[in-house]
């Protein structure tokens, strides 16, 4: 069987062949997103968000928080890669809009822990706000009409963050 054509991408997939349910003939089938992104979570043993191990197994909560956490990472990753242009657009919306899926369905986190753990791995108040336009600028690169965030936070002109409004988390993302 010959290779298939790259038409010049080097995209960290792994494609396979599928029929087409229609002709049958075979067709690449693309995964939804590059899996050099995924940020994988330490699942195995707990710790307490100071740093402490603790040898209890971490409860499903925990795990959403920190599945919330990686996906945001994953978003940074894909949003740095595209603004550096290392990829193009639609790889960086494909990419970029699996991971907002994942988070949606997430479903609720602990907003305080959540926001903790982001912290911990530099993703802070402002990167956060600034994911969220480049989010945007994505999908206005894509043509598509960008997402409107409201976020948990007062801002003021300067962007300037003045504490959480409320303690619900407004964002699928943030």
Known sequence: MEPLPTYGRKWNLDAKLVACLFC????????????????????????SWFGGQTNTTKSHAELQDE???????????????WEANKIGNHEALANADFYMKKITGIGKV????????????GLGDRR?????LEYQELKKACG?????FRSGFNTNHHGDSHGPVGRKKQLPCC
């Open 24 to 47: 049958g003939v075979s067709v690449m089938a693309v995964p939804s997103h590059d899996k050099r992104y995924d940020v994988k979570l330490e699942e195995s043993s707990g710790g």
């Open 128 to 132: 956060r706000m600034d994911l969220q």
């Open 110 to 121: 602990d907003a305080a822990r959540a926001r903790f753990l982001l912290l911990q791995k």
């Open 67 to 81: 599945r919330y956490v990686s996906y945001m990472m994953s978003i940074d990753l894909v949003l740095h890669d």
């Open 144 to 148: 598509l009409k960008p997402p409107e």
